[in-house]
């Protein structure tokens, strides 16, 4: 049997995700459609899908079937399509572009913007603990709502954040690490683990681990080497920031060239942490679609 590419896989998965995402997506009080129209609006923009992604591939990788996987996807792009929104209100990253498109705020306003991601904020809880809707489930859906509450909040994505905008940083590879495996990481991580808390099945655990962390730190890497050598057109977001704003990141602690060679280092690290995991080929494709991605 040929194995598709990962460009068609990638589609395939997509694909896949958008039309489950569609079937889960919640409906508003009809005296309150926008905030719903908001909600879609930056939910259905046409990001990369990359958690998604590579919780199927897992999911997959594993012997599992998609379909019972699809509400922990949803639940964790839900939660990484509200950080967005958040992230790009003037209050925090005040950024007008987001996917090339104008931000949430820009199009629906402050408050609405607000709403809508404490709508999907809340309504990723909501799916991930009624779905699947099968008893054996039950102890892999509450063990995945508390790894999601862990992985989104402020020992998490929150905390990250928090780190990331404080006046006083650390400016040691340390800190950096540990801010980006809260702030980036800790969703990612939660990627590659769904499967496993989803279907109560631990197998591989450890390795699963080291990926998806080592993934998440790949991930933040090239979003700090794209910041600066990428175009706003490519990106889909203002390009530059970083540097205008004074963050810390791997290109301002390291360089340029030295965090390509940091970027290099993960990816081999990653490539050896999964190298024992039977079909594990999509993995590896998805960790080298990280190096080398161009937005």
């Known amino acids: 049997m040929t194995r598709m590419s990962l460009s068609d896989y990638l589609k395939e998965k997509i694909a896949f995700f958008e039309k489950e995402a569609e079937k889960l997506f919640p409906e508003a009080l009809p005296d309150a459609e926008v905030v719903e129209k908001a909600m879609k609006y930056s939910f259905f923009a046409g990001g990369k899908r990359f958690r998604p992604v590579l919780a199927m591939s897992v999911c997959e990788a594993i012997g599992k079937e998609l379909e019972y996987i699809i509400p922990a996807c949803v639940a964790i792009e839900m939660v990484h399509t509200y950080s967005l929104i958040h992230d790009d209100l003037p209050a925090m990253d005040n950024d007008d572009f987001r996917r090339g498109k104008p931000s949430n705020h820009k199009v629906f306003g402050e408050a609405m913007a607000i709403l809508a991601g404490d709508g999907l904020l809340t309504e990723a809880f909501y799916i991930a603990s ?46 950096l690490k540990k801010l980006h495996s809260a702030k980036t990481g800790a969703m990612i991580k939660l990627s590659a683990l769904a499967p496993l808390i989803v ?97």
């Open 130 to 175: 009624r779905y699947p809707e099968k008893d054996e489930f039950t102890k892999g859906k509450l063990e995945f709502v508390k790894q999601l509450s862990d992985s989104a909040g402020i020992r998490g994505m929150v905390g990250g954040q928090v780190m990331d905008i404080l006046e006083e940083k650390e400016f040691s590879e340390d800190f």
């Open 199 to 295: 279907f109560d099945d631990y197998s591989f655990y450890e390795n699963f681990k080291n990926y998806g962390e080592g993934l998440g730190l790949l991930f933040q890497i090239t979003d700090d080497i794209l910041d600066v050598e990428a175009t706003s057109e490519q990106l889909g977001k203002t390009a530059g920031k970083d540097e205008k704003q004074n963050k810390l990141t791997f290109v301002s602690l390291f360089g340029l060239e030295g965090a390509k060679k940091k970027a290099l280092e993960t990816l081999e690290k990653i490539k050896q942490d999964i190298s024992e995991i039977p079909n594990n080929t999509y993995l590896l494709q998805l960790a080298d679609y990280v190096y080398s991605r161009k937005k």
